[in-house]
């Protein structure tokens, strides 16, 4: 059992620090013109169900067109502080009008890689106290 502690608690550091690396890679990444599209979504992601508006954008790179829904690259849309920060209503249409031009951000080495908002590290920080209140939970009731 101690095994697992360890390997749960060095598991949730590693992708902590992917993220906050990826979060700092933003800030060099190149920078083009984007379309936003915004729509209603009422889904399930795993077991979590997700309502709120769907912000995806479309750019363009050497020619080829690119989708994306990342706002901030080192957070996915399925982790809870993409949930709490940006799945509400009120952050997209406070943000982002339907058919707005914005800056994307994307990965020269990978250009289907982008984001709206560089950066993000406190976004994974705050994932990172959500997942240790979890992990800490789940040792209590292991013991």
């Not at 009422?42 to 709120?52: M, S, T």
């Not at 951000?105 to 920080?125: R, T």
Request: with cysteine; net charge positive.
């Amino acid at each position: 059992m101690e095994f697992m502690n360890i390997l749960l608690g060095v598991v949730l550091i590693g992708l902590t620090l992917r993220a906050l690396k990826l979060s700092i890679a933003t800030f060099n990444w190149q920078k083009t013109t984007g379309v936003v599209g915004i729509g209603p979504i009422d889904e399930y992601r795993g077991y979590i169900r997700v309502k709120g508006n769907q912000l995806a954008y479309g750019y363009q790179v050497g020619g080829k067109e690119y989708f994306s829904k990342r706002i901030v690259a080192a957070i996915p849309d399925n982790l809870f502080a993409y949930l709490i920060f940006f799945n509400s209503k009120s952050f997209a249409q406070n943000n982002f009008e339907h058919g707005q031009t914005v800056d994307v951000f994307f990965n020269p080495n990978n250009p289907s890689q982008s984001c709206l908002i560089q950066g993000g590290a406190k976004y994974v920080l705050i994932e990172f106290a959500i997942w240790c209140v979890l992990y800490l939970l789940v040792l209590a009731s292991w013991q």
